[in-house]
């Protein structure tokens, strides 16, 4: 459908922006347009939006807050924004709070709230980029901390039975940056509350890597102390998407099988690994993408960031499909360098 088309539906419509542009909104910086965009703050006006969009079958985009896609072209349908807002209580003990949140609250500062109100268990979670909405969607994980391993249920509005839905964490079906939500779900539901289950007991989970040493050399000992260690790791090693855009790792970590990962291991004695299960290995994407020769290079305005290969920058001026080029190359030459498929973590639009 063309754009003035879409437009000219929408014109009768409250809070309707047409011809939009996207460049605040995702963290590639790029300057992308949406045809229509729209920030509904209740499930009231999603559904009276999501009708009109049915009735004119125009594509759909939801966004959260843009550092998890890739926009390699304008967007000609309607991108809505959730925006509800909100931190309750819904159940509480002792031992432990129930809480539930807005789409549109951003993860870090909800991360932060609920450090500050005594409500622990996404302290490793710290600094992960991104609103509350999309969390379930990859399924956020961080130093050895999964989203899901605090989620208690999601309140989501179901395009395709034109219902709202509460979803729990089996319906969800979440894994490694993995949900329905970005599977065999992928642009059924809208998420518009998650509620977290945390605890009002601290226990801190300093099983990743070398955190239980920087937690001790700092001479941690709360919640806090590891919401700040984790935030100095990630400034450390990511780059700001304010100052270089990005949208954090642009592929999955690789899931290679056994037969697989022996070869690579005759010729590269040194390479990293963790067990997983069944017959895999999980092998870090970074080094695979460093020993194929992409850490640190550039290639016009895109590269990938030096301190981790497994991002790649828009380093001023770069178009989504110059992006898109730059990590087909890398994905062609790990796949003929070790025989391994990289998966994009990034959504494509
Ligand atoms: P968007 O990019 O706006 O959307 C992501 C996807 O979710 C899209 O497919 C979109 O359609 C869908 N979506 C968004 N909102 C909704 C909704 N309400 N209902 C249904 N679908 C929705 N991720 C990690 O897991 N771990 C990390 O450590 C991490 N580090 C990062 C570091 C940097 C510097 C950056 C830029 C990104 C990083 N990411 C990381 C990726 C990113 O932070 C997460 O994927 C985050 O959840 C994206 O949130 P968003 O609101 O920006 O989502
Ligand atoms: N490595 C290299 N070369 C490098 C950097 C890393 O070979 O230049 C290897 C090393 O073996 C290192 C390993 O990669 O031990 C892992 O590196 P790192 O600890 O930086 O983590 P990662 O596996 O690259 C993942 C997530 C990040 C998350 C961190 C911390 C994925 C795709 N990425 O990165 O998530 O913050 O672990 O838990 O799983 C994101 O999803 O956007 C993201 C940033």
């Not at 894994?175 to 998650?194: C, D, L, P, Q």
Request: net charge negative; aromatic share 10%; glycine share 8%.
């Amino acid at each position: 459908m063309a754009s003035e088309q879409i437009i000219a539906i929408f014109t009768t419509m409250n809070h309707i922006h047409h011809n939009y542009s996207l460049k605040a909104l995702n963290s590639f910086g790029l300057d992308a347009r949406a045809a229509s965009y729209a920030n509904p703050a209740d499930k009231e006006s999603l559904i009276t939006l999501l009708e009109e969009a049915h009735r004119e079958q125009l594509p759909l985009l939801i966004l959260g807050e843009g550092s998890n896609i890739l926009f390699k072209n304008n967007f000609q349908g309607l991108v809505i924004q959730p925006g509800m807002k909100g931190i309750d209580v819904v159940k509480e003990n002792n031992e432990e709070v129930v809480v539930k949140v807005g789409a549109s609250e951003n993860w870090d500062r909800w991360v932060s709230y609920a450090i500050e109100k005594g409500w622990y268990g996404l302290e490793n979670l710290s600094l992960i980029p991104g609103s509350v909405g999309s969390a379930p969607v990859q399924n956020i994980g961080a130093y050895g901390v999964e989203m899901k391993d605090h989620f208690e249920w999601l309140e989501t509005y179901d395009i395709q039975m034109k219902q709202q839905v509460r979803l729990d964490f089996n319906a969800c079906r979440f894994g490694y940056r993995s949900s329905i939500f970005k599977g065999e779900a992928k642009g059924r539901y809208i998420i518009t509350h998650v509620a977290f289950r945390l605890d009002k007991k601290a226990r801190l989970n300093l099983d990743y890597g070398n955190i239980k040493d920087v937690f001790s050399l700092a001479n941690g000992s709360t919640p806090l102390d590891l919401r700040n260690v984790i935030i100095n790791i990630r400034e450390s090693k990511l780059p700001d998407p304010a100052q270089f855009g990005n949208a954090g790792s642009f592929f999955k970590n690789s899931m290679v099988d056994r037969t697989v990962f022996n070869c690579i291991r005759v010729e590269y004695p040194e390479v990293p690994f963790y067990p997983n299960d069944g017959n895999q290995m999980k092998i870090p994407a970074a080094w695979l993408i460093e020993k194929s020769g992409w850490k640190g290079k550039r290639v016009g305005n895109v590269g990938t960031w030096p301190a981790q290969p497994l991002v790649i920058v828009n380093y001023g001026g770069a178009s989504g499909q110059e992006i898109y080029d730059f990590s087909e190359n890398i994905l062609q030459d790990v796949e003929s360098t070790f025989s391994v498929s990289l998966e994009r973590e990034v959504n494509v639009i």
